[in-house]
């Protein structure tokens, strides 16, 4: 198996998995999911008495995966577009007239959902079809005639150019079980390849899903290696043929969805084509990732529900004079500053020059011993840089050579940087990751690479607190915490976060799904982040309890010596220091909650407010709750406006 990376090899289309995106326009994304339809899709796998067994028929399980796709996309990427294509069925439909043709556009070929951003009839109609097995239009027929591939590719080359023309990112899934379609006609094959082509010739990257049948296995080097374009040289990227059994434990459909979901993302940078100077007269050019991001609810539209069905509500703003209620023009406004009591006006063109520091360029400017780096400069995430051929060939080679030399120096690079237009310059230190098959690496579950991380100005630091030295266990307490962890490891001793889905983010969208569909409201959220604790009690309750007496008892203990210690420093403290004298706070200090409004209107008319202090003037305010932020002639102006307007 190959450990180099994929900027390694000059592939710059992968190394992100989550990224930022509400820091750039957002690329849409167009998938079309084609299921064949089959005899041996059809055939439900051998019965079993295991809870863990398929039930399902492989067409089943492919049909609930573009459904549970379909749920996903309505909700999470709503301007992106997903269709389903059966192909090797009866009956054939790519428009709605095909049904009055004698001979129809492409035959076996069964557009069951177009390629569009997806509605809720269209989820209805393929969980009808999926789950509930509602075929009434007998759409799952398998053809007598064996279907033609060629026709299949042209098919979804149609439908790509007619729906998704000018989409950035446009595929199609390929779900099948038969690894030689065209077994005994070589000019089937060699059409079939010319229309794959065709497809990758227009930007749609072809993915495909095999099934194996029974204890066949599915074999690429017959039919799709030719139809499938994919790197030979790295084995981690062949495709994981998923088979249907009873009884092994293992689902298809979730082995389905899991795969799908993995590239069903497409790969987008946070900023790209960046110049990166190493030195003066040496710059490449690089993309950045966010490879780790926390995603959040987000609200995209307002729904009225008022209504009988919930519709889209169109939002209209409109500035109102705050005087004669008229509406104001756009032409009308100018944006301005207030500094000084004044207000400061600038020009749009005046406005765009203040924030404008340069293009995006990210300069080196020194490099520094890796342990010279504190662990308190970690304020902000960091980005993952990667190469790009785009503007400066070579590109590659000179960022693996710059990746290696940090490694073996043990050094990192110190940068002056503008990520985006427009975004503020920044200091970033430049840190090397290393591979993920070394031993040395700390991170195996991220790309190695360079990474731009952020260092902090001095505003963005605060003085840490007074650490007290650390109490060391003792060796009995830390082996026993040896003997609990090891029996809790996770499978490869990775967490995998990827497994986990974000419980509060899922119980959202099923709220809202559940509106979509006009379903009812779930009652409880399924939260996969909640430990086991039965299987936790069964493998280490007793190392558990055993290790609680010890930590009791050890505590204990830490506690006796630390009051012995204290009662010795008090006893010193009497003899050498003399007692302190108890300052008496004056009574005016704390009257300004007692000031009633009337004393507190003579005070503002005869000057006297002027001399109280700032902690009285704040006492005054939070009592009659009012903001208590500012300098002393901001506390006095708000103060002096309540009594007036109030008293």
């Known amino acids: 198996m190959s450990n180099r990376e994929p900027w390694q090899r000059g592939d710059d289309d992968e190394g992100d998995e989550e990224v930022d995106e509400s820091n750039y326009k957002t690329q849409k994304d167009a998938v079309l999911i084609a299921v064949e339809v089959s005899e041996s899709m059809l055939t439900p796998p051998p019965a079993s008495s295991s809870k863990k067994a398929d039930r399902d028929t492989p067409l089943a399980a492919a049909l609930k995966c573009a459904y549970h796709l379909m749920q996903q996309r309505i909700i999470s990427n709503p301007k992106d577009m997903m269709g389903v294509l059966l192909f090797g069925t009866e009956k054939s439909k790519y428009q709605d007239d095909d049904a009055d043709r004698s001979v129809p556009v492409y035959p076996h070929c069964y557009l069951f959902t177009d ?225 000084g009591g004044e207000y400061v006006y600038f020009t749009p063109e005046e406005q765009k020059s203040l924030k404008d520091f340069g293009p995006p360029c990210i300069r080196i400017i020194g490099f520094k011993p890796r342990s010279s780096l504190p662990i308190w400069a970690s304020v902000k995430r960091a980005s993952f840089i990667f190469p790009s051929e785009e503007h400066f060939v070579g590109s590659t080679r000179v960022f693996t050579a710059l990746w290696k030399k940090l490694i073996k120096d043990d050094k990192i690079g110190i940068a002056w940087a503008i990520t985006r237009s427009n975004a503020k310059p920044a200091l970033f230190a430049i840190i090397p990751s290393r591979d993920r098959a070394d031993e040395e690496s700390a991170t195996p579950f991220l790309p190695a690479g360079l990474w731009l991380y952020p260092l902090p100005f001095a505003d963005d630091l605060r003085n840490p607190p007074d650490l007290r030295e650390p109490i060391q266990a003792s060796d009995e307490l830390v082996e026993k915490v040896k003997v609990i962890t090891e029996n809790l490891w996770l499978p490869n001793r990775m967490y995998d976060a990827s497994r986990y889905p974000n419980p509060q983010l899922q119980w959202h969208y099923k709220i809202l799904q559940a509106l979509a569909l006009q379903e009812e409201v779930p009652e409880q959220a399924e939260d996969l982040t909640i430990p086991k604790y039965k299987s936790i009690g069964k493998r280490v309750g007793g190392h558990i309890r055993d290790w609680e007496g010890l930590v009791e008892e050890e505590v204990a203990h830490v506690k006796k010596v630390s009051a012995g210690k204290r009662d010795a420093a008090d006893d010193d403290d009497d003899d050498e220091k003399p007692k302190k004298r108890v300052k008496t706070e004056s009574k005016a200090a704390g009257s300004g909650s007692q000031l009633s409004d009337p004393q507190l209107k003579a005070a503002s008319e005869s000057g006297t407010l002027a001399k109280m202090t700032v902690a009285v003037l704040k006492d005054v305010l939070a009592v009659r709750g009012l903001p208590v932020q500012g300098k002393k002639a901001e506390l006095l102006e708000r103060l002096d406006e309540w009594v007036d307007k109030n008293v």
């Open 115 to 339: 390629l569009d951003i997806p509605a809720a009839e269209d989820v209805k109609a393929l969980q009808l079809l999926a789950e509930d097995g509602e075929d009434e239009d007998n759409v799952l027929v398998p053809s007598k005639e064996p279907v033609s591939m060629a026709n299949v590719l042209f098919c979804a080359n149609q439908i790509f150019t007619t729906k998704a023309a000018n989409f950035g990112s446009r595929r199609l899934f390929i779900i099948t079980d038969n690894d030689d379609p065209h077994e005994a006609d070589k000019q089937a094959k060699s059409a079939a390849a010319v229309r794959a082509k065709d497809l990758y010739d227009l930007g749609v990257v072809i993915e495909l899903f095999p099934l194996s049948r029974g204890d066949e296995q599915f074999d690429m080097a017959k039919f799709y290696d030719d139809i499938v374009y994919r790197d030979a040289t790295v084995e981690a990227d062949m495709t994981e043929v998923l088979t249907s059994k009873s009884g092994t434990g293992l689902s298809l459909l979730n082995s389905l969805i899991a795969n799908i979901n993995s590239k069903q993302t497409a790969k987008r940078a946070l900023f790209s084509g960046v110049p990166f100077e190493i030195a003066p007269g040496l710059t490449i050019s690089v993309k950045g990732y966010n490879v780790i991001h926390r995603q959040k609810e987000e609200r995209s539209c307002y729904i009225w529900i008022d209504g009988e069905i919930p519709q889209l509500a169109v939002g209209e703003t409109t500035k109102v004079s705050e005087d004669t209620a008229r509406t104001v023009e756009k032409g009308e406004t100018k944006k301005a500053y207030k500094f």
